[in-house]
């Protein structure tokens, strides 16, 4: 592989950065997943998290993967990787084009087979564009390809999973949604819960959203800290694939959103403070020291960014953070 993009003064710069981190890649890689991006990936597990532990389903057919969405970069990321020690092949990508703003950036994510969305499009070119997106994932997937999409725009900040039923009718356009409803994706998605012990941007999460608005240059800090970040154990858990048989209605997106949160509770996993921060949002209850412990650094960090005089709106928010299901 001689690709231009190689030989990019920001790529240099990048493995040289990497070097002195102590991974070292080859300048020209043969094939850039196979030499690059899974390399650096079990690099970032063995440097970021206790493991992962991946429970896929035994068949693979070419399909949908809708997954939960905490971690910009490292959700498909570490998805991929399981897929990859697991035999099966990687997937396509849907990525927001604000992940992707500088060239180079662009260029290294297309290389990994991913597909744009450029959520600040509105009217006909927003649908003009879920068309085109809608017939790129057909193709891929009538190709014998799988395609990786977060079930939401934009990283759960509040611990809820929820799909949203636009989403679904986009995926649903370009196989006849609008005249047969949801059916049309029966038995294509397959749901991915993905959870980590520690949210490395957590504090950042929980400033946002304090302050109501995502400070400019957000993205590209939160993917730099969700890889350099602690993330303790990482599971990864697939549903079977969610039968959506009847729903011909042209309104019947809303309920195929809630199979698909359905089938992500029943994967049964969870981060270490799953449970103890729902119990603690719905009936006070107390904390284990590790998340007491959590909370006062994440204190820490927004008082640091933030003028407060009350920390209990931080306190819930963290708490909101770490729960999980829908």
């Known amino acids: 592989m001689n690709d231009p993009f190689l030989h990019r ?3 240099a710069r990048l493995l040289e950065w990497l070097k002195s981190r102590g991974l070292v890649l080859p300048e020209l890689p043969t094939d850039i997943q196979k030499d690059w991006s899974l390399p650096f990936m079990r690099w970032i597990v063995m440097q970021t998290t206790q493991g992962v532990d991946a429970f896929l389903q035994p068949e693979d057919p ?9 971690d910009i970069v490292c959700d498909p990321a570490l998805y991929n990787l399981a ?4 035999g099966r092949p990687t997937t396509h990508i849907v990525l927001g084009s604000n992940l992707a703003e500088k060239p180079w950036v662009k260029e290294l994510m297309a290389l990994n087979k991913a597909l744009f969305i450029d959520r600040n499009l509105s009217g006909r070119a927003a649908l003009q564009q879920q068309l ?9 997937v009538s190709n014998g390809g799988h395609v990786w999409i977060a079930q939401a725009p934009g990283r759960a900040k509040d611990g809820l999973d929820r799909t949203h039923p636009g989403l679904l009718r986009m995926l649903g356009l370009a196989i006849g949604g ?3 409803g949801a059916s049309v994706l029966d038995g294509l998605i397959r749901p991915v819960a993905i959870r980590y012990d520690v949210n490395p941007c957590d504090a950042r999460i929980v400033a946002e959203r304090i302050r109501g608005e995502k400070p400019s240059g957000d993205d590209e800090i939160s993917m730099l800290e969700g890889m350099e970040g602690w993330k303790g154990k990482v599971r990864i858990a697939e549903a079977p694939p969610v039968s959506l048989l009847g729903l011909e209605s042209r309104t019947s997106w809303g309920e195929a959103a809630q199979k698909m949160d359905n089938a992500l ?8 403070w799953a449970h103890a921060a729902k119990a603690a949002l719905v ?3 107390s904390l284990p020291d590790s998340l007491e412990k959590r909370i006062e650094e994440v204190q820490v960090k927004v008082s640091n960014w933030l003028e407060l005089e009350d920390m209990e709106p931080v306190r819930r928010a963290i708490l909101e953070v770490y729960r999980e299901g829908s």
């Open 9 to 11: 003064p920001e790529v």
């Open 62 to 70: 070419p399909g949908i993967l809708l997954s939960t969405h905490r």
């Open 83 to 86: 897929r990859t020690e697991a």
């Open 132 to 140: 085109e997106l809608s017939q790129q994932i057909a193709e891929a």
């Open 178 to 180: 609008e005249k047969m």
């Open 265 to 272: 509770d029943g994967c049964s996993i969870s981060g270490q």
């Open 283 to 285: 009936e006070d209850a």
